[in-house]
Nanobody, 126 residues
């Protein structure tokens, strides 16, 4: 059974950093593009960024470019989201998700992903 589990969330002051992890089980993660999304209270879930299965192609939302970095370690079946220079508006639950088929590209559309993690809370205080 495919499972994605996020970890690494927490409370941090503005300007601080966190690194989120998305660990996959039940499949060989390499080859599957993986996206990061976030949802703040009262708002829609939005695309943060994503990485191709090989790690060779990475896409970021404009709101996080230059501050967030996505990487993956396929040997560990894990994708990472390094978040620097955090702002209060980054406060949200962060989710990772995978594309349905291997070798499909990263997408910024929620419905293009089939399996999702349970989310991890990130709170940035001002």
């Amino acid at each position: 059974q495919v499972q994605l589990v996020e970890s690494g969330g927490g409370l941090v002051q503005a300007g601080g950093s966190l690194r989120l992890s998305c660990a996959a089980s039940g499949l060989t993660f390499s080859g599957y593009a993986t996206g990061w999304f976030r949802q703040a209270p009262g708002k829609e879930r939005e695309f943060v960024g994503g990485v191709s299965g090989t790690g060779g192609s990475i896409l970021y939302a404009d709101s996080v470019k230059g501050r967030f970095t996505i990487s993956r370690d396929n040997a560990k079946n894990t994708v990472y989201l390094q978040m620097n220079s955090l702002k209060p508006e980054d406060t949200a639950i962060y989710y990772c998700a995978k594309r349905p088929r291997s070798n499909w590209s990263v997408s910024s559309t929620r419905s293009d992903y089939d399996y999702w993690g349970q989310g991890t809370q990130v709170t940035v205080s001002s």
